[in-house]
């Protein structure tokens, strides 16, 4: 259980940066942070076996949103 409130605190801190924080550049590894946090949560609080499949759904999901992110604020692909 201890385990939890680790990955409670840890989200709660990139919550409050990623809020707090001005600069979208530096915002988005905050963002990333939660939604580690929600992966790992999802797994310490379901006692089931396709908790781990569905916290390894949800991070996949999570990490390809991310990305995206990231490329459209980079200014994405430059062709030509």
């Known amino acids: 259980?201890?385990?939890?409130?680790?990955?409670a605190v840890i989200a709660v801190f990139a919550v409050i940066r990623a809020t707090l924080e001005k600069?979208?550049?530096?915002?988005?590894?905050y963002v990333n942070v939660m939604n580690?946090?929600?992966?790992?949560?999802?797994?310490l609080l379901l006692d089931h076996p396709l908790a781990l499949a569905a916290?390894?759904?949800?991070?996949v999901g999570?990490?390809?949103?991310a990305?995206?992110?990231a490329?459209?604020?980079a200014g994405g692909e430059r062709r030509g």
């Open 1 to 7: 259980m201890i385990a939890l409130y680790i990955v």
């Open 71 to 73: 490329s459209t604020y």
């Open 36 to 43: 580690f946090a929600v992966a790992g949560a999802i797994v």
């Open 23 to 29: 600069n979208t550049g530096r915002k988005l590894p």
């Open 55 to 59: 916290a390894a759904a949800y991070f």
């Open 67 to 69: 990305n995206a992110l």
């Open 62 to 65: 999570s990490t390809l949103e």
